[in-house]
Each structure stands twice: as C-alpha cells, then as structure tokens.
C-alpha cells in the first residue's frame, strides 16, 4: 500500500543535520520528465529553512552512448539564493527529504556519492 503524508522537518529532526551545506536536491519535470535540476544547499535559515542555489548541468554520455544529466558542483546559474521549507514525506515506510521549487516541482534530496557514482540513478527512485 503506499502511504504519504506530509510534515515540516521539525517533526522528524533539525535541517542542519539532514542537509549539511553541499548537500543536493535533484527535480524531474517536463514532458517526459526529461528535465533535470539540481540545487545545492548553502547555508540554514532557522530551524527548518535552507538556503539553496540552482546548479549548472553538463550532458555526459555512458559507454552505450545515453545521455544523462549531471550538476557541475559549485557551478551556479545565478546568484539568487532561494529559502526552502524542508519537508519530508513518508513513502512506504521511508522518510523522503525534499522542498517545494514551484508549483508541480518538488527537488528530492539525494545521496551526492550516487549521482556521480551510477547516472543510471537520475531517475527518481
């Protein structure tokens, strides 16, 4: 069965500890989910806010020529900083970080080794 419910990080834990600065949250959006963003935290604002910025990304190419999209850590857009809410949700049992980019777009918080470990894992999971 799955299960979701929705609650502010305070609930679970504080979001310095969850999200240290360099952490990562990554977004798949558009027609067909092609679209790939990642933010990187930068700093904490209270409890339960983090400071995020949006990344660049490059296209690498695996050995059967696929197409994945990467963050180029420490490489941003812009220099806007935008203030998150951290949220969790509850999926079966596992406790799911993310912040709300806009609306439909929710950034899920991933595991910086398996991004650049497997590409394999830009799906979400």
Not at 73 to 78: A, D, I, K, R, V
Request: hydrophobic share 35%; proline share 2%; with cysteine.
């Amino acid at each position: 069965e799955f299960v979701m419910s929705d609650r502010t990080v305070s609930k679970v834990a504080d979001a310095k500890s969850i999200t240290p600065v360099g952490s990562v949250f990554h977004s798949i959006w558009g027609c067909g989910a092609r679209t790939n963003n990642y933010y990187e935290v930068v700093g904490h604002k209270g409890s339960q806010t983090i400071l995020v910025r949006e990344l660049r990304t490059k296209i690498i190419k695996d050995d059967k020529d696929r197409e994945f999209n990467l963050p180029e850590m420490g490489s941003y857009y812009n220099d806007t900083v935008i203030s998150k809410k951290l949220m969790c949700s509850e999926w079966d049992g596992k406790e799911k970080y993310f912040i709300k980019i806009a609306q439909g777009e929710s950034a899920y918080l991933k595991d910086r080794d398996t991004i650049f470990s497997s590409p394999q894992l830009e799906l979400m999971d």
